[in-house]
């Protein structure tokens, strides 16, 4: 006895360091956000067939890519591009490898996002 269930203690230190942005990353959805991949200045007419392209190669069939710029925001999170997955585990997949990785010179963040905010077109959050 005495050992705690694997899923107890992660909850645990996920509690612990939600203040840290790459361990936020949301409720399991198929939906994910991905942030600062490019910069306002940066996107163009391959970006959502490039990541769809990429998304269905490495992680699983995708239903569609979302290139949302966020209004009167200047940033490096202006852009968020949403993969809408078929699978939720091709989503979580799909969070694991990319989650703090470097494109580009940027860090790139990636969180599930609401599936029901992303239906109702509420890409702000």
């Not at 050992?3 to 360091?17: C, E, F, G, K, R």
């Not at 203040?19 to 936020?24: A, C, P, S, V």
């Not at 910069?39 to 190669?57: A, F, I, N, R, S």
Request: aromatic share 8%; net charge negative; proline share 4%.
């Amino acid at each position: 006895g005495g050992i705690m269930p694997t899923s107890l203690v992660q909850y645990t230190d996920a509690d612990d360091i939600l203040e840290n942005d790459l361990d936020d990353i949301g409720t399991p959805s198929k939906v994910i956000l991905l942030k600062n991949m490019v910069g306002p200045g940066e996107v163009d007419d391959d970006l959502e067939p490039e990541v769809k392209d990429e998304c269905q190669t490495k992680y699983g069939d995708v239903e569609s890519v979302t290139v949302f710029q966020m209004p009167d925001v200047d940033s490096d999170d202006a852009i968020r591009i949403f993969v809408d997955f078929k699978k939720v585990d091709d989503a979580s997949k799909a969070i694991q490898d990319l989650n703090g990785r470097f494109f580009g010179g940027r860090q790139v963040r990636a969180s599930y996002y609401d599936l029901e905010k992303f239906h109702n077109l509420e890409l702000t959050d």
